[in-house]
């Protein structure tokens, strides 16, 4: 049930940190943007925080393995790039 609950929170946190770029299209004034952004951002970490410590460390692993991957696919990729233009 904890995890179940942590999956929840952990999509929460996406949609967190998908409406910032919303914000400044909304039509509020500068300050006020800000701080809803400011707002957003906290919560999104918060909440991001929150699953993780609820999901379990695994999950933790899992999301950087993830990035790990993409990271390495990139570098070889631009190192493939680079190889071609010598």
Request: aromatic share 14%; hydrophobic share 50%.
């Amino acid at each position: 049930m904890l995890k179940l609950i942590g999956y929840i929170v952990f999509g929460v946190s996406i949609l967190i940190w998908f409406s910032i770029p919303v914000v400044p299209f909304l039509g509020f004034t500068v300050g006020k943007a800000s701080g809803i952004t400011t707002g957003l951002i906290i919560a999104g970490e918060i909440t991001f925080y929150l699953s993780i410590f609820m999901i379990g460390k695994e999950f933790l692993v899992k999301l950087k393995n993830i990035f790990k991957f993409r990271k390495s696919k990139i570098k070889s990729l631009t190192e493939k790039s680079d190889s071609i233009g010598k």
